[in-house]
């Protein structure tokens, strides 16, 4: 017999960030193992990503495994990237159950947000959660919908 889940549906602002005329970026607040987050709403990202250098600094026990997959981002080189399992991740309040992530250096995206006088980068939340979680942006509320 299969068991149906009944799905919640979740809303959490987000906030806009005009990088420059005509360009924006648009981010909401979550935690990791009570340490806060800022992370990038990014549709055109494959996976969802921590930064290394921050998960490694809260977790540093936890099992990374070797990302041997080619990695490319727009404007850099191939880089590597490591996989894990993150638990204990919320967005505003809202606990995500464990969630398989891919973990790389946002040095250069941290960098240009510096320069510009923005906040720091923690994560990426890319189309593998959109997908999972059936997300829904509305830029009309700057509201993001989620079902969990």
């Known amino acids: 017999m299969d068991v149906v889940r009944n799905k ?3 809303t959490v602002k987000f906030y806009v ?8 970026h648009i981010y909401i607040k979550g935690k990791l ?10 549709t055109g990202a494959s996976h969802t990503c921590f930064d290394l250098d921050f998960f490694k600094k809260i977790d540093p026990e936890a099992l990374l495994v070797s990302n041997n997959g080619t990695n490319v981002g727009i404007g850099t080189d191939q880089f590597d990237t490591a996989i894990t399992s993150i638990r204990n991740f919320k967005i505003s ?22 320069t ?8 990426i939340l890319g189309s593998d959660f959109f997908v999972t979680y059936q997300a829904i ?5 700057q509201k993001l919908t989620f079902q969990i």
């Open 8 to 10: 919640r549906s979740y």
């Open 33 to 42: 193992q009570g340490y806060p987050l800022n992370i990038i709403i990014d």
């Open 137 to 141: 942006i509305d830029y009309s509320t």
């Open 93 to 114: 309040r809202y606990k995500i159950p464990d969630f398989q992530a891919i973990l790389l250096s946002m040095n250069h995206i941290n960098n240009i947000y510096a």
């Open 116 to 123: 510009a006088g923005f906040p720091q980068i923690d994560a």
């Open 17 to 24: 960030i005009e990088f420059e005329p005509d360009n924006y």
